[in-house]
């Protein structure tokens, strides 16, 4: 048998004849790993072409043409014949751009105020479907284009969800494996709504309000290493707006009274779908499986709310067959006033007396220190993450500004104070500069200083060991 691969090729047609094309098209770009989503494949997937492929991928045709022939090639042992010379055709990405023109209007009308039942219902005529991806993408595009703020989304974005419901509720669930970081987040959310239900059974249950106060775990982890890996890969908005909802969450913990326990539990119940039903199938479609195993490494530094990772899911990495049984000596590094090996200096820096961080002039994240007991939670998924995503977006304008004032020179040092569970916390950021004064980066110090306060009299050296 003999297959010809044209411009003009229908890319679900071709899968279905050789169904391991889709594990072939998810290697070549995570994107194409939409064509999978059942909602998407019954609707305009169906008109793909390999020149959609192509643009979605952003891989050129003579290539993608050739990756595909080889796959089939290989599994199927059949002959595969390239029309070179036909011609580009398609319409898939031409109607998803269509598709989100419509769903942004749909959205800036929500956000003029015309009535959710009369968009709901102008929807359900416009489109016969919506994916997770298209909304996430919908808000990212408001947000870029300027034409809504990240704040204006976060507003609203309880009603775009209400807007969409009734098409999100016939999504498929993804279905991970057991230690996948997405199938934590789902036991973590069963877990919750048990503890939900208890408390609207009997509100003046103590302790499961005191459990529930765990969910503020689950949303750190989703703070410090999912959304981190989504921002690299280009996605910002929907991470931006559920921080800031998960930070109001936490605010409604802290000024809890039985009078906005209900508020509290609707505002978690809505998180969960949100999660359930846009973003953790947003990120299946767009993440790579090397972008889920840095999303992994680091989620024990944080925690876990409830439950324990499983360990069935055992992703395929590059490993090195060639290392070495022992590590080379490390070498010397000769600094300021004497010289230190890079084992020293990791262990210097990770026994001082306070949490340090240190942010590039690019603004991005390039250091912390992995103290045992740092009081603010960091993972390596920080990493490479611009300072002003670490944040609550309430702080952006400071922090910005932070930033802005050290690089112009404005100011050296910022420094704040507050009180955490009867501790008093210092916070302070200092300008690095080189000899000739030029700015090189920013300095963060987090350090516990109730003890220090609290020091009255003196001890010298001589009175050590003798209390």
Not at 157 to 181: I, M, W, Y
Not at 216 to 229: D, E, K, V
């Amino acid at each position: 048998m003999t297959t010809t691969l044209s411009a003009s090729t229908k890319i679900l047609d071709l899968a279905t004849e050789y169904p391991f094309l889709f594990d072939t098209l998810v290697e070549i770009s995570p994107k194409l790993k939409m064509l999978q989503n059942p909602i998407l494949k019954r609707t305009i997937g169906k008109r793909a072409t390999l020149t959609d492929v192509s643009k979605i991928s952003k891989i050129p045709l003579r290539r993608l043409f050739q990756l595909l022939a080889e796959s089939i090639s290989k599994h199927a042992n059949e002959e595969v014949l390239i029309d070179k010379e036909s011609q580009e055709t398609g319409e898939w990405q031409e109607e998803l751009e269509r598709r989100q023109r419509l769903l942004k209007d749909l959205i800036l009308a929500l956000h003029k105020g015309e009535d959710t039942v009369d968009l709901q219902r102008e929807f359900k005529e416009l489109l016969e479907d919506v994916s997770a991806t298209e909304i996430a993408e919908m808000e990212q595009s408001l947000i870029t284009s300027g034409e809504l703020t990240a704040q204006q989304v976060t507003a609203l974005c309880d009603l775009h969800v209400q807007v969409f419901k009734e098409s999100l509720d016939v999504h498929e669930k993804p279905e991970t494996t057991p230690g996948h970081p997405v199938h934590t987040y789902m036991r973590e959310n069963e877990e919750a709504e048990k503890l939900i239900a208890q408390l609207r059974e009997n509100p003046e249950d103590k302790e499961a309000l005191e459990e529930l106060r765990k969910i503020t775990i689950h949303y750190t982890r989703l703070q410090n290493q999912l959304f981190p890996i989504l921002e690299k890969a280009g996605v910002t908005g929907p991470s931006t707006v559920m921080w800031a909802k998960q930070d109001e969450i936490r605010g409604m913990f802290s000024s809890l009274d039985e009078s906005n326990l209900s508020g509290l539990l609707d505002a978690i119940e809505e998180m969960i779908y949100k999660e359930t039903n846009i973003l953790f199938p947003m990120t299946l479609e767009n993440l790579s499986e090397y972008d889920w195993v840095k999303v992994r490494a680091g989620e024990e530094e944080i925690g876990y709310a409830w439950v324990t990772p499983g360990d069935e899911w055992k992703p395929i990495m590059p490993i090195d067959i060639h290392q070495a049984d022992q590590e080379p000596e490390s070498p010397q590094i000769q600094l300021n006033t004497g010289n230190l090996t890079l084992r020293e200096i990791d262990l210097v820096l990770r026994h001082l007396p306070f949490d340090l961080s240190f942010v590039g002039v690019d603004e991005k994240v390039k250091y912390y220190s992995a103290t045992d007991d740092r009081i603010f939670p960091r993972s390596p998924g920080v990493i490479g993450r611009s300072v002003i995503n670490c944040h609550p977006h309430k702080s952006y304008e400071k922090v910005k500004k932070i930033m802005d004032y050290f690089k112009e020179g404005k100011k050296d040092k910022a420094m704040f104070w507050i009180r955490m569970n009867e501790r008093l916390l210092l916070i302070s950021y200092f300008a690095v500069r080189d000899d000739d004064g030029k700015f090189a980066g920013t300095l963060e110090i987090s350090q516990d200083v109730t003890e220090i306060q609290s020091l009255e009299g003196e001890q010298r050296l001589l009175d050590w060991g003798n209390e």
